[in-house]
């Protein structure tokens, strides 16, 4: 049974930073992307980053871009999001969900499982 685990969100203020973690099991497969994506309250999930694991290709939404990275652990599942430079605007749940193919999917509806979540919220 495949199973994702986020963890490390919590309080923050803004300008400051946080690690989240994406702990995938429950499969052997190398080809497959974990994509993180938030939620925040009244507003549709929004597609945050990915990394395909086949090549190591990685994405950003725009909002996004030169503040949070996306790492994976050499060897291992473990995908990692370093928010840094926070805004209050970026308070929200965030997931990771996983797609099994040799690409990053244009749209979450394509991620086959998905974790609970963890929640960050920014304080200004």
């Known amino acids: 049974q495949v199973h994702l685990v986020e963890s490390g969100g919590g309080l923050v203020q803004s300008g400051g930073s946080l690690r989240l973690s994406c702990a995938p099991s429950g499969f052997t497969s190398n080809y497959y992307a974990i994509g993180w994506f938030r939620q925040a309250p009244g507003k549709e999930r929004e597609g945050v980053s990915c990394?395909?694991?086949?090549?190591?290709?990685?994405h950003y939404a725009d909002s996004v871009k030169g503040r949070f990275t996306i790492s994976r652990e050499n060897g291992k599942k473990m995908v990692y999001l370093q928010l840094d430079s926070l805004k209050p605007e970026d308070t929200a749940v965030y997931s990771c969900g996983i797609f099994f193919g040799s690409r990053c999917p244009r749209s979450d509806y394509e991620y086959e499982f998905w974790g609970q979540g963890t929640q960050v919220t920014v304080s200004s």
């Open positions: 990394i395909n694991n086949s090549d190591g290709t990685i």
